[in-house]
């Protein structure tokens, strides 16, 4: 039996990402927006990825998109640089934009954080950060030492709040413990409908701190955006990021889920990549998604203004799970 029909209807819409309600940060300097571009995936860094990059940031701001995530690493230090000059190109970005950088966990000893950061800004062509985020922990450096020189920053207004990304629950509860004050006011994580489950303690925490959840890899490297459901294989530079979905035995499984998740999209009148926007949305995460087009942008901010009702998304999480036949 076929399971019924879903009517198609009209979602209702909501506005562009500028002139959406921002998240307020408990210690911030500027609330967060709800959506934001990632600036890492810029291909090998060659001219032509520049030029498309600049072409992405150039789509992405006139979209009204405000908030844009990079780090000191991304094409060492080039991701930076482009995000500089677009801010330099758009007064409205310099004015509006939620800019947010991390430091490399090379650098997190207490007199080479303040040295990296000097140097983001440097290739932002700013004073200063809305959000600066630990990339990674480094397990040769005390937590303490890093915590106290990023607080100092944040006393002097270098960076307008604090983040962690890729920490474990207890890296978590100890980065918390040691900054009442400024506090942890981001925690960057993957996160998406298909990549979730292990990390429900680290986001159940975050819900009782008060510390807002940023979803990188929320379209699975565009598995959850309707690409490669044609069933061939990704190609190695996807798969060397995202090995979860496409390595082995759980790539035919991801597939048939995806296939199952872009029906019911076209049968709700959709994109399939809303669903997986405001899914993550509904669990109180911000997405951060990767283009490497400009037409990329475009599709994704289009997707993001159409809003799934809650049926719709509590469906598409059971599809995910692999609870629906
Ligand atoms: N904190 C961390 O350790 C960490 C780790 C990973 C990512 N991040 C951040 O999160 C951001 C996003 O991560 P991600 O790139 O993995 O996220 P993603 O949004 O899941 O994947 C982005 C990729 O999906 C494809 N894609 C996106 N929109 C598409 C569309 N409309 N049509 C077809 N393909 C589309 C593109 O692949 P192609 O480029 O192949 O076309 C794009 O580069 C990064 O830029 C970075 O800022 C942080």
């Given at each position: 039996m076929t399971p019924p029909?879903?009517?198609?209807?009209?979602?209702?819409?909501v506005p562009?990402?500028g002139d959406?309600p921002?998240i307020?940060?408990?210690s911030?300097?500027?609330?967060?927006?709800?959506?934001?571009l990632g600036?890492?995936a810029?291909?090998?860094w060659?001219?032509?990825?520049?030029e498309?990059t600049?072409a992405?940031?150039?789509?992405?701001v006139?979209?009204?998109?405000?908030?844009?995530?990079?780090?000191?690493?991304?094409?060492?230090?080039?991701?930076?640089?482009?995000?500089g000059e677009?801010?330099?190109?758009?007064?409205t970005?310099?004015?509006?934009?939620?800019i947010?950088?991390?430091v490399?966990w090379?650098?997190l000893r207490?007199h080479q954080v303040?040295?990296?950061l000097t140097?983001?800004l440097?290739r932002?062509?700013?004073?200063?950060?809305?959000?600066?985020l630990?990339?990674a922990?480094d397990?040769?450096?005390p937590?303490?030492?890093t915590?106290?020189?990023l607080?100092?920053?944040?006393?002097?207004?270098?960076v307008?709040?604090?983040?962690v990304?890729n920490f474990?629950?207890?890296?978590?509860?100890?980065a918390v413990d040691?900054?009442p004050e400024?506090k942890?006011?981001?925690n960057?994580?993957?996160?998406n409908?298909?990549?979730r489950g292990?990390a429900?303690p680290?986001?159940?925490f975050c819900?009782?701190?008060?510390?807002?959840?940023?979803?990188?890899?929320?379209?699975?490297?565009g598995?959850l955006?309707?690409?490669?459901?044609d069933g061939r294989?990704a190609?190695?530079?996807?798969?060397?990021f995202?090995q979860r979905?496409?390595d082995?035995?759980?790539?035919?499984?991801y597939?048939?889920?995806?296939?199952?998740?872009?029906d019911?999209?076209?049968r709700?009148?959709v994109?399939?990549?809303?669903?997986?926007?405001?899914w993550?949305r509904s669990?109180?995460?911000?997405?951060v998604?990767?283009?490497s087009r400009?037409?990329q942008?475009a599709?994704n901010?289009a997707?993001?203004?159409v809003?799934?009702?809650?049926?719709l998304l509590t469906?598409?999480?059971a599809i995910?799970?692999g609870?629906?036949?």
């Amino acid at each position: 039996m076929t399971p019924p029909r879903r009517a198609a209807r009209k979602p209702p819409s909501v506005p562009p990402p500028g002139d959406e309600p921002s998240i307020p940060l408990p210690s911030g300097t500027k609330a967060h927006p709800p959506i934001g571009l990632g600036l890492w995936a810029l291909g090998r860094w060659t001219r032509p990825d520049e030029e498309r990059t600049r072409a992405v940031l150039e789509t992405a701001v006139a979209e009204g998109l405000r908030w844009f995530d990079t780090a000191e690493v991304y094409g060492n230090g080039r991701s930076e640089r482009l995000l500089g000059e677009a801010l330099e190109r758009s007064p409205t970005l310099a004015r509006e934009g939620f800019i947010a950088t991390k430091v490399s966990w090379e650098h997190l000893r207490a007199h080479q954080v303040g040295a990296a950061l000097t140097q983001s800004l440097e290739r932002l062509g700013r004073t200063s950060v809305d959000l600066y985020l630990v990339h990674a922990p480094d397990p040769k450096t005390p937590l303490r030492e890093t915590l106290a020189a990023l607080e100092e920053l944040w006393k002097s207004g270098r960076v307008g709040a604090i983040g962690v990304s890729n920490f474990s629950l207890e890296e978590l509860s100890e980065a918390v413990d040691l900054l009442p004050e400024a506090k942890i006011a981001v925690n960057q994580v993957r996160f998406n409908l298909f990549d979730r489950g292990d990390a429900e303690p680290i986001r159940a925490f975050c819900r009782e701190h008060r510390i807002l959840i940023e979803a990188y890899t929320p379209l699975a490297r565009g598995l959850l955006q309707g690409r490669f459901l044609d069933g061939r294989k990704a190609p190695p530079e996807v798969r060397r990021f995202a090995q979860r979905f496409f390595d082995g035995d759980r790539w035919p499984d991801y597939v048939a889920r995806a296939r199952k998740l872009k029906d019911l999209a076209d049968r709700a009148g959709v994109p399939m990549t809303s669903l997986a926007l405001h899914w993550l949305r509904s669990q109180g995460a911000a997405p951060v998604f990767g283009a490497s087009r400009p037409e990329q942008v475009a599709e994704n901010l289009a997707a993001w203004r159409v809003r799934p009702d809650a049926a719709l998304l509590t469906e598409a999480d059971a599809i995910a799970r692999g609870e629906r036949a």
